[in-house]
Each structure stands twice: as C-alpha cells, then as structure tokens.
C-alpha cells in the first residue's frame, strides 16, 4: 500500500463513490462528443446550404429533407438541434476551460505571492480581493462584459476578472498554513531561489483545496457564460453557444415549441451537475474534518 | 465594540470611495460619451459647446469631484433613454425588485434551514439523501433555464399562473405592491421561486455542513451526557454554532440575490431595476449604469457592515474581545 502514489491512492478512494465514478465518466464523454463534434454530429449547422427553412421549428423524431431523424427537432432555422446541442458544447466548454485556466493562474500568483511576500503587501492585496468576493461574479461579469463590448476574448477576461478572487483567496490559505511550516523555514535556508521554492514546494501542497475550487469555478464559468448569452451581453451571435441557444428559443416557448429551448439546457445541465457532482468527491476527499 | 464599529464604519466609507471612482472611470472614461449625446453629423461647434456643457472639456480628476458632488446631493443626470431623472427612475421600479428580493430570500431560508438541519442531523436517511440531490440540482442549474422551465410547465402547459409582468398592484405609503392583491400574488409567485431556487440550495447544503460537524464534536456529545433531549441539543446548541455561518451568507445572499434578480426579472418580464439595467446595458443609457451600479455598491458595503455587527451579537467571544 505505502509503495502506491498519491494519484493511485486518491484514485482508489474516488472510485468508492458510484456517483463520482458515473459523473466523471459523463464529463468525459460530454469533452470527447465536443471535441468530436464535427465526426458525430448528422450536420454542420453552421453551413447555410445544409439548411432548409422547410425543416424549421419541427418536434423531436422528424425526418427532414436531409433525409434522416431530427432525434431532438430542429430550431427555428431548420437547424438539427442535437448537431447545433454538439457544436454549442464546444463553445461552452472552451469558455468555461479557458476562463477557469486563466482564474487559476491569475488567482493562485496572487494568492500565494501575497502569502509569500507577507504583511503590508499581503494586507493590501487580501483586503482588495476580499472586497471583490463581496460583490457576486454574475454581476461583475455582467458590468464588465458591458464596458469591454462583445466578443470572444472580452467575454473570457470579464468571466476571469469575475472569479479569479476565489482562487486567490483559497491559494491564501493554503498557502499561509505551508508558510508557517517547519520544511518551508528549511527550505527557505537554504540557497535556493525563492520562485523555486514556492514553485516546486509551497504550489504542490496547496493544490487538492485548488482542485476542488477549479472544477466548482469551470462549471460556474460555463454556466454564467451561459446566463450572460441569454440575457444577450454575453457571446456574439456568430459564436452559438449552449447559452445562446436557450436564448433563440425563448421566443417559441410560449407557443409550446419546448424543445429549442429545453434541450440544449439540457444538455448544459448535465455538464454542469456532473462536473460539480466530481468537484463534490473531492472535496470530501479533501476535507480533514470527514477523515475516518 | 465601539471602536470595533467605528473602524469597519470607517472602512465601509473608504470603501464606497474607492468603488465610486472604479464606477465612474469604468463607465465614463471608457469609450466617449459624447458619441452617445450627440450624432456625428453636428457642426464643429456644436460638438464643442456640448463637450463644455456636460464638462468634458475639464481634466478627469475634476470631472470626478463634479460627479461626486452631485451624487452626494442624489443627483445622477437624466436617463439618455427615459428623459427623466434617474434617480427618480430608479427608485420608481425599486419597490419591484425589494418585492421580489424579500420573497425569495426568506422563502429560501425557512424551507432551507430547517431542511439543512435535518439532512444534517440524519444524513443516512433517504430523505437526507434526497434533500441534497435536489440541493446539488438547485445549485448547478442555471437561474435562467429554471425560469423557462417553471413558465413551461406552470404558465403554459398548465396555465396555473401568469408567465410575466407583476399584475394589479395596490399603493401603500405611496408605492405600488403586488403581494397584497391576490393576482399581483400569482404573478409574484413564479419569479420569487425561481430566485429563491438557487439560495435554498445553498442555505440547505450550508445547514447541513454545519450541523453534520457540529454533531460530531464534544460541546454535542456532552450536551447528550447532560441529559438534554436531542430536540433541546439541536435548538440550543447546533442551531446555536452554525448561526454564524448562516447569518452571514444570508445577510451577503441577500445582496447577490439583487444581481441574480437582473436574470430572473428579464425572463418573467418583471419591471424592476434588475430589467432597467440590462435594458440600459443594451441601450448605452450610462447614467442608469452608473446610478445603478453605485446604488448596488452602497446596498453591498451596508449589508456587509451590518453582517459584521450581528457577528458581534452573535458570538461571544468576538464580544467579549471587544470589550477589553
């Protein structure tokens, strides 16, 4: 047992949890049918030639004159839903990935370059980032979305900027209780150069709190991105993803044309609850207070 | 205690300072107002008489100090949109947003709590089980794709109740309200559930957390020594310990749930600030904006300040400290 590695050993304890197991599984899958979107999706709908208004606004298991079953309808473009549901998954993991990533990076310098540097500057920097975690991400991301203007790259700065602070605050923590320890004092000694030793020492033992606020804040990034396309100051409309697709359907709901809208909130359901359900294994993994 | 006070009172005020200034660079040194007060086709002259009208002409420090000063006498400019005061626009549709706010804040915290508590205190039961899976639901999904999916089922499909707007209202002390009409009820109901939706999940798994520590440790296992009945050990302790925790997130809730109203009042059509400000986002209408968001910023710092003043009623020890 002691010759297996922490991965091992923490693969072993995760698989415990069916639910864990079957949600991580459902992540996998929902990246891979995304990153595979072009080779098993019945069409491009992004292509207008492929497209037939005659087809537009048809229930579930319609055949089309493509020829084959619309399995989830198609919207109000003719568009087959489960190909525009594909698409648009690509979209909104992209979003939720690169936004957390760069949360992460931004959050954790700061994090634990301000447990580092100590005192004033640690003061400084923790009272701002406590003062941003006051105000909740969605409105954030909703006023810097409206002051950068529409796009792509303003939408992943304004979901960063929004929640960067959690990992910074979490990194802080962390890493303050590694600062103190004896290894660290060693450590630190010795000759070696500071961005070394909290590289290769104080960054490793920070990370299983990181990990548990990571997956939390990637599904949270895909859903505000999500919310954002809905409210219409999120993606532009020549980037279709989950959230915008809800939105283009909101208008049929009241005339009972369900599916355009509850199908690809499906679908972003899923991925959301799945990836939390993981973040939730974890952190009991984590946590030293459920230790049996 | 009072120095304690007066010293987060102090902070609050920097605080407010600092977030008036990121609120008015953030909105109107970026991007140039004048385009939006003016068409391009105006004479030369035109233009420069206007930039010197609205002060524009001046240097950004000064221009803030003339800003500063007049929303300190409450004076935010006119809506670009509206035509008319903004202050006067805000405080016209505040009353439906504080309406829909309340409802579901303390709808969520006396279903929530007690739910919490429970799932807590039995965490094997299979009701436990199924109070944090439908938490874990409320958690993750969406706030806006709950809201389609409530108008579908209760307002389409069945046709129980209205899917939008707020219904008859009845005036008291000068301001209209929906809760005292039965239809202005009906049509409260919906959007309040689906807010509340989101902090009842969160109030329940908070519970929960608490009180599923809280059981484990010794202040517990000696009040059960004591002889106290488990009904006084979860009231007079339990409840006791994770009230800090709760106070807080409802107190900061109570806040979040005025940005999470901006969703939920679009999608039920409700005319409160949370419609005006993504109206006034979509419509360039900047000093909706900037009322808006300095308005949001107070609300927060206030409802801050407060939490840290019951933190000191609430534990003893932060009391006791403070009295030194």
Same mark, same amino acid.
């Given at each position: 047992?002691?010759?297996?590695?922490?991965?091992?050993?923490?693969?072993?304890?995760?698989?415990?949890?069916?639910?864990?197991?079957?949600?991580?599984?459902?992540?996998?899958?929902?990246?891979?049918?995304?990153?595979?979107?072009?080779?098993?999706?019945?069409?491009?709908?992004?292509?207008?030639?492929?497209?037939?208004?005659?087809?537009?606004?048809? +229930?579930?298991?319609?055949?089309?004159?493509?020829?084959?079953?619309?399995?989830?309808?198609?919207?109000?473009?003719?568009?087959?839903?489960?190909?525009?549901?594909?698409?648009?998954?690509?979209?909104?993991?992209?979003?939720?990935?690169?936004?957390?990533?760069?949360?992460?990076?931004?959050?954790?310098?700061?994090?634990?370059?301000?447990?580092?540097?100590?005192?004033?500057?640690?003061? %400084?920097?923790?009272?701002?980032?406590?003062?941003?975690?006051?105000? +909740?991400?969605?409105?954030?991301?909703?006023?810097?979305?409206?002051?950068?203007?529409?796009?792509?790259?303003?939408?992943?700065?304004?979901?960063?900027?929004?929640?960067?602070?959690?990992?910074?605050?979490?990194?802080?923590?962390?890493?303050?209780?590694?600062?103190?320890?004896?290894?660290?004092?060693?450590?630190?000694?010795?000759?070696?150069?500071?961005?070394?030793?909290?590289?290769?020492?104080? %960054? +490793?033992?920070?990370? +299983?709190?990181?990990?548990?606020?990571?997956?939390?804040?990637?599904?949270?990034?895909?859903?505000?991105?999500?919310?954002?396309?809905?409210?219409?100051?999120?993606?532009?409309?020549?980037?279709?993803?989950?959230?915008?697709?809800?939105?283009?359907?909101?208008?049929?709901?009241?005339?009972?044309?369900?599916?355009?809208?509850?199908?690809?909130?499906?679908?972003?359901?899923?991925?959301?609850?799945?990836?939390?359900?993981?973040?939730?294994?974890?952190r009991d993994?984590?946590n030293p207070r459920l230790k049996r | 205690?009072?120095?304690?006070?007066?010293?987060?009172?102090?902070?609050? /005020?920097?605080?407010?300072?600092?977030?008036?200034?990121?609120?008015?660079?953030?909105?109107?040194?970026?991007?140039?107002?004048?385009?939006?007060?003016?068409?391009?086709?105006?004479?030369?002259?035109?233009?420069?008489?206007?930039? *010197?009208?609205?002060?524009?002409?001046?240097?950004?420090?000064?221009?803030?100090?003339?800003?500063?000063?007049?929303?300190?006498?409450?004076?935010?400019?006119?809506?670009?949109?509206?035509?008319?005061?903004?202050?006067?626009?805000?405080?016209?549709?505040?009353?439906?947003?504080?309406? /829909?706010?309340?409802?579901?804040?303390?709808?969520?915290a006396?279903?929530g709590i007690p739910a919490g508590i429970y799932a807590g205190y039995r965490p094997d039961s299979?009701?436990a089980?199924?109070i944090m899976?439908?938490?874990?639901?409320?958690?993750?999904?969406?706030?806006?794709?709950?809201?389609?999916?409530?108008?579908?089922?209760?307002?389409?499909?069945?046709?129980? /109740?209205? *899917?939008?707007?707020?219904?008859?209202?009845?005036?008291?002390?000068?301001?209209?309200?929906?809760?005292?009409?039965?239809?202005?009820?009906?049509?409260?109901?919906?959007?309040?559930?689906? /807010?509340?939706?989101?902090?009842?999940?969160?109030m329940t798994r908070l519970a929960r957390a608490g009180t599923r520590e809280t059981m484990l440790t010794d202040t517990v296992k000696f009040a059960r020594a004591a002889g106290l009945s488990e009904w006084t050990v979860l009231r007079r302790h339990v409840l006791r310990l994770i009230a800090i925790p709760l106070v807080t997130v409802f107190?900061?809730?109570?806040?979040?749930?005025? *940005?999470?109203?901006?969703?939920?009042?679009?999608?039920?059509?409700?005319?409160?600030?949370?419609?005006?400000?993504?109206?006034?986002?979509?419509?360039?209408?900047?000093?909706?904006?900037?009322?808006?968001?300095?308005?949001?910023?107070?609300?927060?710092?206030?409802?801050?300040?407060?939490v840290?003043?019951a933190y000191v009623g609430l534990d003893p020890r932060l009391r006791k400290g403070g009295a030194?």
């Amino acid at each position: 047992m002691s010759e297996a590695s922490p991965v091992a050993r923490f693969w072993a304890e995760f698989r415990e949890s069916k639910v864990a197991v079957a949600a991580l599984a459902v992540v996998v899958l929902m990246i891979g049918l995304a990153l595979l979107a072009p080779l098993v999706a019945p069409q491009d709908p992004y292509d207008l030639a492929n497209l037939s208004l005659s087809d537009a606004r048809r +229930p579930p298991g319609f055949v089309g004159s493509g020829g084959y079953t619309h399995w989830l309808g198609t919207d109000a473009q003719g568009r087959d839903l489960l190909s525009a549901i594909l698409y648009g998954l690509r979209i909104s993991l992209q979003m939720g990935l690169v936004a957390g990533a760069l949360a992460f990076t931004l959050g954790v310098a700061l994090g634990i370059g301000a447990a580092y540097a100590g005192g004033r500057r640690e003061a %400084f920097i923790m009272r701002v980032i406590d003062l941003q975690l006051a105000f +909740p991400a969605i409105l954030l991301a909703l006023v810097l979305s409206a002051m950068l203007g529409q796009g792509k790259l303003q939408l992943i700065a304004a979901l960063a900027a929004a929640q960067y602070a959690y990992f910074a605050r979490t990194a802080h923590g962390a890493a303050s209780a590694e600062r103190g320890k004896d290894y660290v004092e060693a450590v630190l000694s010795t000759p070696l150069p500071p961005m070394r030793v909290v590289w290769r020492h104080i %960054f +490793p033992n920070c990370l +299983p709190p990181l990990i548990v606020v990571a997956t939390v804040q990637v599904a949270s990034a895909i859903a505000l991105e999500a919310t954002l396309s809905f409210l219409g100051v999120g993606l532009p409309v020549t980037e279709p993803s989950l959230g915008m697709l809800i939105s283009n359907g909101f208008q049929y709901m009241l005339s009972g044309r369900y599916w355009i809208s509850i199908y690809p909130g499906i679908a972003l359901i899923v991925l959301i609850v799945a990836i939390n359900l993981v973040g939730d294994r974890i952190r009991d993994q984590v946590n030293p207070r459920l230790k049996r | 205690m009072l120095g304690h006070v007066a010293i987060r009172l102090l902070q609050a /005020l920097v605080v407010m300072l600092v977030m008036s200034m990121l609120v008015f660079v953030g909105v109107y040194a970026i991007g140039n107002p004048i385009d939006v007060l003016i068409g391009p086709d105006v004479s030369q002259e035109l233009r420069l008489q206007t930039i *010197a009208r609205y002060g524009l002409d001046r240097p950004l420090w000064e221009q803030y100090f003339t800003f500063l000063g007049r929303v300190l006498h409450g004076d935010f400019g006119r809506s670009f949109v509206f035509g008319m005061p903004v202050m006067e626009l805000i405080l016209s549709r505040l009353p439906a947003t504080l309406e /829909l706010t309340l409802a579901a804040v303390f709808g969520a915290a006396l279903i929530g709590i007690p739910a919490g508590i429970y799932a807590g205190y039995r965490p094997d039961s299979v009701a436990a089980k199924l109070i944090m899976t439908v938490s874990i639901l409320g958690f993750s999904v969406p706030t806006f794709w709950i809201g389609l999916v409530l108008i579908m089922a209760f307002a389409v499909e069945l046709q129980w /109740l209205p *899917a939008g707007g707020r219904g008859e209202t009845v005036s008291l002390f000068g301001v209209q309200w929906s809760f005292l009409t039965a239809n202005g009820l009906s049509h409260l109901l919906l959007p309040a559930l689906n /807010l509340a939706l989101f902090k009842l999940a969160l109030m329940t798994r908070l519970a929960r957390a608490g009180t599923r520590e809280t059981m484990l440790t010794d202040t517990v296992k000696f009040a059960r020594a004591a002889g106290l009945s488990e009904w006084t050990v979860l009231r007079r302790h339990v409840l006791r310990l994770i009230a800090i925790p709760l106070v807080t997130v409802f107190g900061l809730e109570f806040a979040s749930t005025l *940005a999470f109203a901006v969703v939920t009042e679009t999608i039920f059509s409700w005319p409160g600030i949370g419609k005006l400000i993504i109206d006034s986002i979509q419509s360039l209408d900047r000093p909706v904006m900037v009322a808006y968001l300095m308005l949001v910023a107070f609300v927060f710092i206030t409802i801050n300040f407060l939490v840290d003043l019951a933190y000191v009623g609430l534990d003893p020890r932060l009391r006791k400290g403070g009295a030194r």
